[in-house]
């Protein structure tokens, strides 16, 4: 393996309740009430595959894009101060380059957040690259921001690069990219889902990683 994709929120950072519960809030506010486990269910794609699920085509086309953008500054307003790094990030990402293998970043998020929260998990200086929704036409599950971070690792083979995400629509949109992805359950997701969805090892956390590192498909002449 040469590099590693990292999924953020629910994979490094404990936030997908509160991205949840503003989604919930953001569309209490326009009139739409939604159950909290199944917009739960829904976080880890953008707000263009996450909207739908809830919202009809009219409600989309008349208030989507006011609904999008009154969650995302709720967020920063109202939740986002509340989000914390799962442990053993940075030493995740030390023993990862400490093989000489590059680090690269593939959020739904947009390109302010990552570059936040790279500053709130300690791993600037240990990132190569990093891709947001800012990079990507389409979210999760959709193959665009995996395909915009493949850019960036211009020479490396897909073969040789593994994603690391919380949600099964990490790994679908992995999949599409042709890459193979390892899941972690910290982000809720149930393992039989992970697993439906094609990762090819499971692990509770990035703790969890770290201390089986060895055995993992991130370790040095690992095949994937």
Same mark, same amino acid.
């Given at each position: 393996m040469k590099a590693a994709i990292f999924d953020i929120d629910g994979t490094l950072l404990d936030s997908v309740d509160l991205h949840a519960d503003a989604w919930v809030e953001a569309f209490r506010h326009f009139g739409v009430e939604t159950d909290v486990a199944k917009v739960r269910s829904q976080i880890g794609k953008g707000g263009d595959e996450l909207m739908p699920v809830f919202l009809s085509e009219a409600q989309l086309r008349d208030q989507g894009e006011a609904i999008e953008a009154y969650r995302s500054d709720l967020f920063k307003r109202a939740y986002r101060d509340r989000v914390k790094p799962f442990p053993g990030v940075r030493a995740l990402f030390e023993r990862i380059r400490a093989d000489g293998t590059t680090i690269a970043l593939a959020s739904s998020g947009k390109r302010s957040e990552v570059e936040h929260y790279q500053d709130v998990l300690g791993i600037a200086d240990l990132v190569d690259a990093a891709t947001s929704s800012d990079d990507a036409e389409r979210s999760k599950p959709h193959p665009d921001i995996f395909e915009a971070a493949l850019k960036r690792l211009e020479g490396i083979d897909p073969?040789?690069?593994?994603?690391? =995400?919380?949600?099964?629509? $990490?790994?679908?949109?992995? =999949?599409?990219?042709? &890459?193979?992805?390892?899941?972690?359950?910290? =982000?809720?997701?149930?393992?039989? $889902? &992970?697993?439906?969805?094609?990762?090819?090892?499971i692990y509770r956390s990035p703790q969890h990683l770290l201390e089986d590192f060895e055995s993992s498909p991130l370790a040095k002449g690992k095949t994937i």
């Open positions: 073969a040789e690069i593994v994603v690391l =995400g919380d949600t099964p629509y $990490d790994a679908q949109a992995a =999949g599409k990219a042709g &890459l193979a992805t390892v899941g972690l359950l910290c =982000g809720g997701f149930p393992e039989t $889902d &992970l697993k439906a969805a094609g990762c090819i090892a």
